[in-house]
T-cell receptor
């Protein structure tokens, strides 16, 4: 069935290091994927998206990688900053947006 | 651009009463709006999808008579939680899709959420 999951519920990184947040999806028919950032008490904020005809897309300090063979999606954040602390959700578009479980990213000073 | 607002941001109501949450697209016309519910430390779960001028489509397990959705205009959708109970306490988030953006038609813009507490 439709499901989008994350390998790790929490991730702790040192400030300045790169962060990698992973996501697994199960529906091979999904053609659009999005990463969202959600800070405490706020709505999700769009970070970056990728279509299924691509395997990599870069934004400002963020990169999304898509591996359709193993149905895996990752978000890489370069030079992680304290302001990156949040819960990160991957989402998969299959007629509707299906959210993964979320990974809480904490930054150690 | 593409700002979605919600009102109120927080609401506390007594058990058995009804509460209305508004969702507005401020700078675009939202042909489709979505309502999500998020319990603490959990993901967003879609409750219903509404298209302007038509009845909402509810996800399985969501009571349509309890969660009334009205999408009367291209910039406003409302969610009314009727006869609220403590288990309805949650974070309610709306989202809107910009029908005018052909190339970015998949994009959904999220509101800031409404924290509902039922006592």
């Amino acid at each position: 069935g439709e499901s989008v999951g994350l390998h790790l519920p929490t991730l702790s990184v040192q400030e300045g290091d790169n962060s990698i947040i992973n996501c697994a999806y199960s529906n091979s028919a999904s053609d659009y994927f999005i990463w969202y950032k959600q800070e405490s008490g706020k709505g999700p904020q769009f970070i970056i998206d990728i279509r299924s005809n691509m395997d990599k897309r870069q934004g400002q300090r963020v990169t999304v990688l898509l591996n359709k063979t193993v149905k895996h999606l990752s978000l890489q954040i370069a030079a992680t900053q304290p302001g990156d602390s949040a819960v990160y959700f991957c989402a998969e578009m299959v007629a509707k947006l299906v959210f993964g479980q979320g990974t809480r990213l904490t930054i150690n000073p | 651009g593409a700002v979605v607002s919600q009102h109120p941001s927080r609401v506390i109501c007594k058990s058995g009463t009804s509460v209305k949450i508004e969702c507005r697209s401020l700078d675009f016309q939202a042909t489709t709006m979505f309502w999500y519910r998020q319990f603490p430390k959990q993901s967003l779960m879609l409750m219903a999808t509404s298209n302007e001028g038509s009845k909402a489509t509810y996800e399985q397990g969501v009571e349509k008579d309890k969660f009334l959705i009205n999408h009367a205009s291209l910039t406003l959708s409302t969610l009314t939680v009727t006869s609220a109970h403590p288990e309805d306490s949650s974070f309610y988030i709306c989202s809107a899709r910009d029908g005018g953006r052909g190339l970015r038609g998949y994009e959904q813009y999220f509101g800031p959420g409404t924290r509902l507490t039922v006592t």
